[in-house]
């Protein structure tokens, strides 16, 4: 990684490029998931890179929606994975997160583990994540294929970065919560 002084005022921004380069260049990122982010990034300079009032009282909502859950759920996709990664790995270490093992749809209600009701699922699209990244912390995971897989398990709160809206358009009884790539990357928050 390249030598960047903290005091460079661009640098959480060149932080965050160098992880997604090293990622890209190790084939665990492809063009579109950088094409993804860049939009992201756009919007970020259209705004100057300020978090709104609004945008703030949403994160706090969204964290208190969280702790209000019986099953809140976060889907991760390869760029929020790469950027969250350090954070993720410390939730782990600290037992914040609880993670069943799930592979079948059969038989997923015996196999949920018992402390799911109070901790956060992590659930990732089996059709477009690079499971090599979870395979570089040992996490087990939920995977998807449909909103089918999401509704057996009873998800009352869904966290979420890039997913179809016609996928979610099926979850009648989800609440939803989006937030932006810069939620992990530059400590700007944002839900809807």
């Known amino acids: 990684m390249t030598e960047i002084p903290i005091s460079h005022p661009r640098y959480r921004s060149i932080i965050v490029r160098e992880k997604l380069v090293n990622a890209y260049n190790n084939n665990i990122l492809n063009d579109e998931d950088l094409i993804d982010f860049g939009k ?17 009282i949403s ?31 410390k939730s782990v270490k600290d037992a914040f997160f ?13 196999n949920i583990h018992p402390f799911f009701g109070d901790r956060l ?11 090599i990244l979870l395979k570089r912390i040992g996490l087990p995971y939920f995977k998807y294929s449909s909103t089918e897989d999401i509704d057996d398990l009873g998800i009352d709160l869904l966290f979420y970065h890039k997913m179809d809206n016609r996928q979610l ?16 990357s530059n400590c700007y928050y944002c839900s809807d």
């Open 40 to 56: 992201e990034e756009a919007v970020d300079y259209f705004l100057g890179e300020k978090t709104t009032k609004m945008a703030y």
């Open 59 to 89: 994160y706090i909502i969204s964290i208190m929606d969280m702790f209000l859950a019986k099953k809140p759920a976060l889907i991760l996709d390869n760029i929020s994975f790469i950027l969250a990664e350090d954070t993720i790995r």
């Open 98 to 110: 609880v993670y069943p093992s799930i592979d079948g749809r059969e038989d997923r209600a015996d």
């Open 121 to 131: 699922l992590i659930v990732i699209n089996e059709k477009s994540f690079n499971e």
């Open 169 to 184: 358009d099926g979850l009648k009884n989800v609440k939803k919560v989006y937030f932006g790539l810069n939620l992990f």
